[in-house]
């Protein structure tokens, strides 16, 4: 399915008022794990009250020990810190990636904004090579905005 196709799937979603907001951000989640073919694992994290550090939220995909994350650690804690996109193409070339699954061959990680503070990202793992493109960045940058909305 493509990003297009997506888009109003994603609004229909988050304009649900008769869900709370975990039960949308449980089925965005889900949907983009299941329609997006290298979209192996998709996840909120979000900052942990006033520390140092993100809890994870909603998720769709394999379990994960990686609960918390320390600013600065990992992918997502490198985010957390620079509030810009990370892209990585192939996780075994970082030096300060968190494994995962032994399965992960890249990860994109997005922050989330709400009144221009990072309050949070999606993150996503692939278990294929590179598959990340600017597309990618553009549409989950987006799908970010509008869960903003709800939060």
Same mark, same amino acid.
């Given at each position: 399915?493509?990003?297009?196709?997506?888009?109003p799937?994603?609004?229909?979603? &988050?304009?649900k008022?008769s869900?709370?907001?975990?039960?949308r951000?449980?089925k965005? $989640?889900? &949907?983009l794990q299941t329609?997006?073919p290298?979209?192996d694992?998709?996840?909120?994290?979000?900052?942990? !009250?006033d520390? %140092?550090?993100l809890?994870?939220?909603?998720?769709? !995909?394999? /379990?994960?020990d990686?609960?918390?994350i /320390?600013?600065g @650690?990992?992918? $997502? !804690?490198q985010?957390?810190?620079?509030n @810009?996109?990370?892209?990585? /193409?192939d996780?075994?070339?970082?030096?300060?990636?968190?494994a995962c699954?032994?399965?992960? @061959?890249? =990860?994109?990680?997005? /922050?989330?904004?709400k009144?221009?503070?990072?309050? !949070?990202?999606?993150?996503?793992?692939?278990?294929?090579?590179?598959p990340?493109?600017?597309?990618?960045?553009?549409?989950? %940058?987006?799908v970010? =905005?509008?869960?903003?909305e709800i &939060?």
């Open positions: 399915m493509t990003f297009h196709q997506l888009r799937q994603i609004e229909e979603i &988050l304009g008022d869900l709370t907001a975990d039960e951000i449980q965005v $989640c889900d &949907l329609s997006v290298y979209y694992w998709v996840g909120f994290y979000f900052k942990n !009250g520390k %140092e550090e809890k994870l939220g909603k998720y769709a !995909g394999e /379990p994960t990686h609960e918390i /320390p600013f @650690k990992g992918i $997502c !804690g985010v957390a810190v620079s @810009k996109n990370f892209v990585v /193409p996780v075994k070339a970082q030096n300060n990636y968190i699954s032994i399965h992960v @061959k890249a =990860e994109i990680v997005v /922050p989330l904004f009144n221009g503070e990072n309050i !949070g990202q999606i993150d996503i793992d692939s278990h294929t090579e590179d990340f493109s600017h597309e990618d960045e553009v549409f989950l %940058e987006w970010n =905005e509008r869960v903003a &939060l």
